[in-house]
């Protein structure tokens, strides 16, 4: 898995256990594909800060949003970022505490988080976000109004400088650890989706769409 | 749950949807202590970048590890940074595509990552750490050696200014949306703990021990 020298930019590129970097599009992108959850890092006043949100991808872009009244969208909106996705499948347990680990997939892509100011375009990426995750789901809605567009910030990121890291299998001990009596290997963990909870406010004769019965299957 | 008073600084201060604020500390720390993944924002080169790494509290402080080699750490080293920690608990699905959600609980800790230099000290709450996770596993281990601790960086962070913000519950929609033929609530998340692997070498007559068994039971 290792291809460094594809790395897009030195401050990208892997430089520990370089075994676990991950530069090529359709590995970055099957990270970003599994997982809405990012954590977004910018500066306000010079200190880093750092907020969870959501993020999708189209194409070469990733795309993050959140309310034009939010300080972190404020002090991201044109500014330089890190988004960092991660995916934690797992801890990997050795045989001394050194050699503990987890399995995880993460991608951390630098740049500067660009504003989309036409309304327009702004509606139809935050219906693909909703689509994404719920397919079929936005013709079902009550559509965007202009004041919800307008109070809402989505920020775009090219996926020009990103890389991964994966780790995926069993711990790795100091040769003449194997002769201990200690048990070692891996405690998988996944992200399951729950039984799905209306409201109590449905109207009669609404049933469960399929985008909630089926949501999740392609994710985490 | 809003005590917006509380807060330990304009800059922790939740301004947004200010009734998910927590800022007392049992709140913070049942967060913390819940979901070891953190990720933490720092400065290289005036860019903000944001690693994925994992968190443990020991009373008013969290601490976070890794390569003594590792660019994040060195970065972090003394600096300013934020320690931010995330449990996604559900999508909340909204009769209109604003008002979709998330349910989810956070953390936000800013300060001075400052590293413990003394190598007993440091490896007392390596062990801690690896305790913490899996209770008792620490006196099965073969023991961390000098040039181990040496070569791991462990940095501290005061829970001094810190905020949390917790989302429960069903979507909120616009009075008039509840007239409308939609499914609407809530898809639950969990993050499940997969059936222990052992890694194939571990010697006849060495059991699965119970704080693998019994991992992760007050987690996430």
Chains 1, 2 share one sequence.
């Not at 430089?15 to 890092?41: E, S």
């Amino acid at each position: 898995m290792a291809r460094e020298s594809k790395a897009p930019s030195e401050r990208t590129r892997v430089k520990r256990v370089n075994q676990r970097a991950v530069y090529d599009r359709p590995g970055i992108d099957a990270i970003l594909d599994a997982q809405p959850l990012c954590h977004v890092g910018y500066l306000r006043d010079g200190h880093p800060f750092v907020t969870p949100t959501f993020q999708w991808r189209e194409g070469d872009t990733v795309y993050f949003h959140g309310s034009a009244a939010s300080q972190a969208l404020r002090a991201a909106n044109g500014a330089d970022v890190c988004l960092t996705v991660s995916c934690l499948d797992g801890f990997v347990l050795a045989r001394s505490g050194f050699h503990h680990s987890v399995n995880y997939r993460s991608v951390m892509i630098l740049g500067k988080a660009m504003p989309i100011e036409d309304p327009e375009i702004k509606n139809t990426l935050l219906n693909n976000f909703v689509e994404g995750l719920f397919p079929g789901r936005v013709e079902t809605l009550r559509p965007n109004n202009d004041q919800e567009i307008k109070a809402t910030t989505v920020l775009s990121l090219p996926i020009s400088e990103a890389s991964a890291k994966v780790r995926t299998g069993n711990p790795v001990d100091d040769d003449e650890d194997y002769e201990l009596p200690i048990w070692a290997g891996v405690i998988p963990l996944h992200t399951t989706i729950g039984k799905p909870q209306d409201d109590g406010r449905v109207l009669d004769g609404v049933e469960v769409p399929d985008h909630v019965l089926n949501f999740g299957k392609n994710l985490f």
